[in-house]
């Protein structure tokens, strides 16, 4: 597509639930990566991908959270029993090489945990 | 370990004044460098990049940054600033593959 599509935009959920959060890369980008925008936090590195496979998972905050890339393409990241301070802004960002021209940023989901 | 300080975190200034968010990165060998732009309700956009060469950068909208190797540092400018440029600004640094950012700096701009 011509951007990195993320679904969905806006999601609540209650505390102890699964979410389930779609990245579609822009077509080709082999490198995939996620994020997390938390207030005053900045941007916090969650998982990267390249291709199917994730040689950096070293920033998923706990064993609840999970990724995968199916296709070369789109990526799901899952977290289960999810809690209140796993509210934030959820990124997905795509590069056509390792990152060096520049990610293209999705516009990312908005997780609250109630 | 790579970190990125951004040390102003909240800035306020008027139509046509001059910008300069500052940017220190620790890291320990070749780094490319970037400044990102999030306007309100909208998603991070890249403003400029720096990978080598000339380390005076010009990036979109006039904005534009230096790399200073020595103070390790990526200060982001602009000579004039106006009411559109309010957004939240983000520094980062890639060293192998992945960005680490800075934790934002919030302009606001007074028509």
Do not use: M
Not at chain 2, 81 to 94: G, L
Request: net charge positive.
């Amino acid at each position: 597509g011509a951007g990195v599509s993320q679904s969905p935009s806006n999601k609540v959920t209650e505390k102890g639930k699964d979410v389930e959060l779609r990245c579609d890369p822009i077509s080709g980008h082999t490198a995939l990566y996620w994020y997390r925008q938390s207030l005053g936090q900045g941007l916090e590195f969650l998982i990267y991908f390249q291709g199917n496979s994730a040689p950096d998972k070293s920033g998923l905050p706990s064993d609840r959270f999970s990724a995968e890339r199916t296709g070369g393409s789109v990526s799901t990241l899952t977290i289960q029993r999810t809690q209140q301070e796993d509210s934030a802004v959820y990124l997905c960002a795509s590069s056509s090489s390792l990152g060096g021209q520049g990610y293209t940023f999705g516009s990312g989901t908005r997780l609250t945990v109630v | 370990a790579q970190s990125v300080s951004q040390h102003n975190h909240h800035v306020i200034l008027s139509e046509a004044a001059s910008l300069e968010l500052g940017c220190n990165y620790s890291y320990g060998g070749t780094v490319n460098l970037f400044w990102y732009v999030q306007y309100p309700g909208q998603h991070l956009q890249l403003l400029l990049k720096y990978f080598s060469g000339d380390p005076l950068v010009k990036g979109i909208k006039g904005f534009e940054a230096e790399f200073i190797k020595s103070k390790f540092s990526f200060n982001l400018r602009k000579p004039s600033v106006q009411w559109s440029d309010t957004a939240e600004y983000f520094c980062a640094v890639q060293g192998t593959y992945k960005y680490i950012f800075g934790t934002g700096t919030r302009l606001k701009v007074l028509a």
